[in-house]
């Protein structure tokens, strides 16, 4: 089960300080636009809206990428 979306993992994910390893190309294009758009503006506002985003694509696919699920769970 997902941490809930104001679980402090999100934001570590959507900073790039908890790094998730894929070999699904839709993940590592998530985790890429999350880098450059972190890169853009790192306001507090910014980090929340890329954390509540990773958080519903992963909330509404998790049955398809088990592995990468596993990661944000430990």
């Keep these: ?25 839709t993940v590592n294009l998530l985790i890429h636009s999350n880098k450059v758009r972190y890169e853009q503006d790192q306001s507090l506002a910014n980090v929340r809206l890329i954390a509540e985003k990773t958080h519903h694509f992963f909330r509404q696919y998790e049955a398809l990428f088990p592995a990468e699920v596993a990661q944000i769970v430990v």
């Design 1 to 25: 089960m997902l941490p809930d979306a104001s679980h402090p993992v999100w934001e570590q994910i959507a900073t790039g300080k908890r790094p998730l390893e894929s070999r699904k190309p």
